[in-house]
């Protein structure tokens, strides 16, 4: 979720949701170590519970920025042995490190021995065309040993030559049922599964068995789903911003309209834009609140044309009887 789960992207996904729990994108350790540990690493209170998920893959370093994790306040630290990009192939972590469990171990060792606080990891389920179960059980098995005790499992290899980032979350097979599989071999462990979910009932069907679900950029293109998920999944009322479209644009145009001078507000606007995803008037919306050309007006103005955008769209669908 490089670019796309940033500070703003998290505020407005908490206006739908008081429970699920928050995933930062994926920053590097070096970007902690020697780079703007601000930018990366602030955060507004009523994002939490909220983890830090780490590129890296050297143990001291990973242990630097936990300590960094801890300090700031994060609720997790999330270890991510999933991407596949060619980035993080340059840098040998993401997906790389599914074939260095033992290298893995060490750097849960590491961050566990320097800070207090849950360090989890999230993977693939193999690497390459080759499906091998055991692959990902001698993995999980590794890993646990260090003192890992929740695992969110991406159900599908991760192909390392021959696919794009998008390609290697569509194209290799999805097996949910290894996530099954890992759970029934480890039952004390906390075992997440990822990939391909997004509709309600199919959540629910993989927490018969499963400790959670994570949903990713189908949570992001169509965010509404989240206001659904305090009541069905934690027996909760929703946020009352959540009650209705109009209230999650509201506070986030209040947030938007709160942001310092340097942080110009389109940097928030761009992460709703799926907010009205299927409704009357959707498209219109979007292309306000994406309109560069707007980018220097004041955000409660284009808020008052994007809406009025969709009460025009609204009144041509349903005129009066």
Known sequence: MLDWTDRHCRVFHRLLSRRARLYTEMVTTGALIHGDRHRHLD??????????????????????????????????????CGC??????????????MAEPALVADGIRAM????????????RIGLGRREDYGFVRDFVGTVAAAGCTVFIVHARNAWLEGLSPKENR??????????????????????????????????????????????GRAAYHQPWRL?????????????PTALS???????????MAGLPATTPWTHAARHMLGLRDGQPGARR???????HRLKHTPVREVAAQARQACRDREDAVTPDA
């Not at 305090?230 to 946020?239: H, L, N, Q």
């Not at 479209?245 to 947030?255: H, I, S």
């Not at 919306?285 to 309109?291: A, E, K, T, V």
């Open 43 to 80: 955060f507004d209170a009523r994002e939490h519970p909220l983890a830090l998920q780490l590129g890296g893959s050297e143990p001291a370093d990973l242990a630097a920025c936990a300590r960094l994790a801890e300090a700031w306040g994060y609720d997790e630290i999330n270890l991510n």
């Open 84 to 97: 596949p990009s060619e980035r993080v192939q340059r840098g040998a972590f993401g997906a790389c490190l």
């Open 112 to 123: 566990r021995d320097a800070v207090g606080l849950p360090v989890t990891v999230k993977h």
């Open 170 to 215: 569509e194209v290799p097979p999805l097996r949910h049922d290894w996530a099954r599989r890992l759970k029934a071999d480890f039952p004390a462990l906390t075992v997440v599964v990822n990939g391909g979910l997004a509709e309600l009932p199919d959540l629910a069907a993989q927490l018969q068995g499963l400790d959670g679900v994570m949903v």
């Open 227 to 239: 206001a659904d998920w305090d009541a069905a999944f934690f027996g909760e009322a929703p946020p």
């Open 245 to 255: 479209r109009d209230a999650v644009e509201d506070a986030m145009v209040d947030y």
């Open 285 to 291: 919306w979007r292309q306000i609140w994406s309109d």
